[in-house]
């Protein structure tokens, strides 16, 4: 099992940044995806970003390009999403999720077998 651990939620203003940590921690396989998500109040959950472990490859929503940065350290088995220029918009639950690379569209969340408890975001106008 891989166990992860979102961290640094929170309110902001718009235009404010925030940034969010995901701990990896449990059995992990040699090279897997961690990805963001975010789900606000009556959506659908949607991706935002996703970042490979080994090559460090990354891709974004269209919607947080420009904005948002996902990174990775390998000492401490964290990944984080830098967040700018907020909008409220942006106010959902955020989630962190893991997969093997390959298995299935990097933008599902159907894809991802292991995710984490999530952490709030909530922007203001």
């Known amino acids: 099992q891989v166990q992860l651990v979102e961290s640094g939620g929170g309110l902001v203003q718009a235009g404010g940044s925030l940034r969010l940590s995901c701990s990896v921690s449990g059995r992990t396989f040699g090279s897997y995806t961690v990805g963001w998500f975010r789900q606000a109040p009556g959506k659908e959950r949607e991706f935002v970003a996703a970042?490979?472990?080994?090559?460090?490859?990354?891709d974004y929503a269209d919607s947080v390009k420009g904005r948002f940065t996902i990174s990775r350290d390998n000492a401490k088995n964290t990944v984080y999403l830098q967040m700018n220029s907020l909008k409220p918009e942006d106010t959902a639950v955020y989630y962190c999720a893991a997969r093997i690379p390959g298995s299935g569209y990097v933008f599902d969340p159907r894809y991802y077998p292991y995710w984490g408890q999530g952490t709030q975001v909530t922007v203001s106008s």
């Open positions: 970042i490979n472990w080994s090559v460090g490859n990354t």
